[in-house]
């Protein structure tokens, strides 16, 4: 069975790589064009982030804002939560529920889950009812 996976992928490829008259995987980031000539952008992925360092949970109460320092020499932190939460990564701002429109830039981030930290010290968390957050640090300690 794993035979026949192999063929049918490779002959995929091949096949993929004929009609299209390009190369079937292009290198990441690099435009892949379609038979209807529009461009899609192949997936930059993210490099895996070094072994989980650090285990937090901050516990939210309705609406209330609280500040996280995020340890030393972090490089990611990831999210978990048993309800919905808002992030603010912009340094010294207290994270709010958006009740508007916020077009700025400095809108508060719904539920992130990996997230690059790297020159930041501090973020601020909110939810607009009571709710655990876990965070995990990737990189540092404290």
Known sequence: MKTLFAFALILGLLVGSAVYGAPAVPPLGV?????D?????????????????WVDAVVLTANSAATYTIPSNATYLMFSAN????VSFVAGQAAAIP????????????NPVLVPVQGLTSISIIAPSACIVTIAVFGGVQ
């Not at 435009?31 to 038979?35: K, R």
């Not at 993210?46 to 989980?52: G, I, R, T």
């Not at 309800?83 to 808002?86: H, Q, S």
């Open 31 to 35: 435009p892949l064009p379609t038979p």
């Open 83 to 86: 309800g919905i939460f808002y």
């Open 37 to 53: 000539k529009s461009v899609h952008l192949t997936p930059i992925l993210l490099p895996a982030p070094s072994p989980m360092t």
């Open 99 to 110: 009740s508007s429109s916020v077009t700025t830039g400095a809108a508060p981030f719904a």
